[in-house]
């Protein structure tokens, strides 16, 4: 042992310590690249935008008012692109107006996933103050505005203060007599929601707001996302306890987006089940299909189409599904989900709709000629 040169050992050694330190970065880099491989793997391709989609986007802008507008395309549950336009930020918080249909749809039938309410069962059974003909209403009428209380030309529910309870609005629309039987007539945009959220609220013991964030916007990372009153804007969401349900939301284009991926993979948003399948499915089925349509939006009527539970078929099957489904709001925002090419996605705005719906549908078409020519495999 006396004959090792002191000099010359200690070089070895640290040579050895140095290849275990590599030995282990190493070890652990493979790790972690095996830990990322499938997000790399389902990650969205780098798709850029059709130009003749940009072209009308911008068209929108100088023709139609438009200040800023964004777009954003998903398929098979992968972002294709975004598109941003004119004056909007990434961040954009906008009133969705009708839009919100959908995803007040959506926190009801989390209610009827769990059993404690059915979409068949006459309210008056849960809501002693509707008696009579509107005792029998059902959960279905009033998610698909058939419940005979009149149409959005009443205002009915958007006049309501927003800081009393939604049992009081249930309460003060029980008083207002039925202007149809329920389930004989569609009327568009009726106070039914309203009511459908007392249900909601009584049923599951917690605020409509509450029930919202921990069942649909904490598990989509909806971050930016609250329910208010479009007449009433200053009232902080602290204090809205009656919040208008069919058209009272405020998000972001990205928070929408994530709600519409939920709705495509059938309920299922990061291995996390939102609604169940069979929920998801009645969304997506037509309600209205032997009813007269007493009162539609504008354009609503003449394009015939079809109302689900929250959302408007324009494209219906024989047996009565939903193919192609929307839930287009006043102030411009558009979200839409088409199954038979599992293609879906939003324009987010604010331009008042009529103005801007024939150049939506426009981009629309320029989106699906696109993805059909040039499809990304599932």
Known sequence: MTDIDPPRYKPRKATALLWNILLIV?????????????????????????????EQLDKMIKNDGVPGITAIVFQHGQMLYRVDRGVIAPDAQLPVASASKWLAAALVMTVVDEGTLSLDAPIGKRLPEFTGAAGDITLRQLLSFTSGQGSLKGL???????????????????????????????????????????????????????????????????????????????????????????????????????????????????GQRILSAQSVEMMETTQTRDLPMGFAPPGGAEAKLQYALGNWCEVVEANGSCTVASSPGALGTYPWLDRRNDLYGIFFMRRRLPLVEKDVQEARRIIERNAAADPILP
């Not at 070890?27 to 940009?54: D, E, K």
């Not at 349900?245 to 284009?253: I, N, P, S």
Request: proline share 11%; with cysteine.
């Open 26 to 54: 190493m070890t652990v880099g493979c790790l972690v690249a095996a830990a990322l491989f499938p997000l790399i793997a389902h990650a969205a391709p780098a798709t850029q935008p059709p130009p003749a989609l940009i």
């Open 156 to 270: 009915v529910d958007v006049r309501q203060d927003p800081r009393m309870s939604l049992a009081d609005s249930a309460r003060k629309i029980a008083r207002l007599p039925l202007q149809d039987p329920p389930g004989t007539v569609f009327k568009y945009g009726s106070p039914a929601l309203q009511i459908a959220g007392a249900l909601v609220e009584q049923a599951a013991g917690k605020s409509w707001a509450q029930l919202f964030d921990e069942r649909i916007a904490h598990p989509l990372g909806m971050t930016h996302t609250h329910w208010g009153n479009p007449l009433w804007p200053d009232v902080p969401p602290s204090e809205i306890h009656n919040p208008n349900l069919q058209g009272g939301v405020t998000t972001t284009a990205a928070g929408y987006g994530k709600f519409l991926t939920m709705l495509a993979a059938h309920g299922i948003y990061a």
